[in-house]
């Protein structure tokens, strides 16, 4: 399927104060707007903002992630304030590290969860809540839309139905509309600085261009467009989505359903989830969890193929440190060299890089020891130009 929204019908009309409003309805399908991220010498993290219709089960997936106890209630807008939560991603791998060198704590990567109140069609004309708790999302490096595929008659559906498909419209939708007024807002005043400041020009013609993208019912990400003079708009939709289906038990080993579900989205990410069932792994031990999981047909907890969903859908992997005070994941960009990925841990890590010692995760597991790996040639002296690989375990040499 074509990475672009599927159009059904754009109608102009006259607005308040004579301006021209767009009213969209569109289908849309989009990219994953896989891009790489901006590369700095500091911490790297990953932020992802939910978002769906109400009683879709945002909260309750929310609730799941982070632990906390946020009101997930049957009816539409339970959340008003956003919910903030950073989750550490799940990595067996960082306690299988932590026996090796006795490890007195595990830091596994972070991944911050912001939540919203539910979006219902027309929130950009005010219905609902509106469309104002979109500014708690704009900062964030990716977005995942909940999207309810479960049958719960006590659950009542805005809508009054569950149909996927017109929940994704509605969202997308309105999520055109909000990037609309952001673009319709900056546009005169960078015409009039763009007179003035010749290298503003590109930045203008982007924005233009963002106008007729989004006036198309296109998302940005969909358009093909180069969304980097457009960063400072942070637009919604020049963002990468993952798609969440919140399914019934049942549902969760469909392979059928969940291909027509993928179609809906594709070449987006999905995910297929039950919040509920999440909700209750949560608080089982870790072996009575994996019997549960087991027992629905599942390996792997939804939750977990989230997070690492997101980390590849934004161009994310880990290295590991590891010694007697902590064993620690490090997130940094896929194609980062040693002395970035040094940066990572601290700048002066970056500026003074001499060398990077590094053995596989798999090799030292093979052997045991960082010794035993030495002595089996499995641990390699890199310099600068050395690219990181996931799973990389590091010892950085540097000198201030």
């Known amino acids: 399927m074509a990475a672009a929204a599927d159009k059904i019908a754009v109608a102009r009309r006259s607005a308040r104060g004579g301006r ?45 992630l982070t632990h906390n106890n946020v009101l997930a209630a049957n009816y539409p807008f339970a959340t008003i304030e ?22 007195q704590k595990i830091l596994p990567a972070a991944v911050t969860f912001v939540d919203i109140a539910g979006i219902v069609a027309g929130a950009s004309e005010g219905e609902g809540l509106g469309n104002k708790f979109l ?26 139905r569950v149909d996927p498909r017109d929940d994704i419209e509605i969202i997308n939708t309105e999520l055109i509309l909000a990037d609309l007024q952001t673009v319709e807002n900056r546009l005169p005043k960078l015409e009039r600085e763009a007179k003035l400041k010749k290298d503003l020009a590109p ?37 990468p989505f993952i798609y969440v ?11 059928a359903l969940q291909d027509k ?24 031990p870790d072996d ?50 040693a002395p ?17 010692e590094i053995i596989s995760y798999e090799d030292l597991m093979a052997v045991g020891s960082v010794a035993a790996a030495r002595a089996a040639g499995k641990a390699r002296i890199e310099g600068k130009e050395y690219v990181m690989q996931d799973g990389d375990v590091v010892e950085f040499r540097f000198n201030v």
């Open 82 to 103: 956003p919910n903030v939560g950073i989750v550490g991603v799940p990595d067996a791998r960082l306690a299988k590290l932590a026996e090796v060198f006795g490890s």
């Open 261 to 284: 579900l993928s179609a809906l989205v594709a070449p987006a990410k999905s995910v297929f989830l039950a919040a509920k069932l999440e909700a209750d792994l949560t608080e089982l």
């Open 135 to 160: 500014a708690n999302i704009r900062d964030t490096d990716a977005i995942c839309q909940v999207v309810r595929a479960f049958d719960d008659d006590n659950v009542v559906h805005v809508s009054g």
């Open 20 to 64: 021209t409003r767009v009213a969209l309805l569109v289908r849309t399908t989009r990219g994953d707007g896989a891009r790489t991220p901006t590369r700095d010498n500091g911490p790297v993290s990953l932020s992802i903002g939910i978002v769906g219709l109400p009683n879709v089960g945002k909260s309750t997936l929310f609730n799941a």
């Open 203 to 239: 930045q203008l013609a982007a924005t233009q261009r963002a106008k007729e993208v989004l006036e198309s019912g296109t998302t940005i990400a969909a358009s093909g467009m180069d969304i980097e003079p457009l960063r400072d708009l942070h637009l919604l939709t020049a963002k």
């Open 340 to 356: 970035e990925a040094a940066g990572v841990i601290h700048t002066d890590f970056q500026k003074g890089f001499i060398k990077a």
């Open 288 to 337: 009575e969890a994996a019997e549960l999981l087991e027992s629905v047909g599942q390996n792997e907890s939804g939750l977990a193929r989230l997070a690492h969903v997101g980390f590849d859908t934004l161009g994310l992997q880990t290295y590991l440190t590891a010694g007697p005070k902590e064993t620690r994941a490090w997130t940094i960009h896929k194609g980062d060299t």
């Open 245 to 255: 289906f919140n399914v019934d038990e049942s549902q969760l080993s469909d392979t």
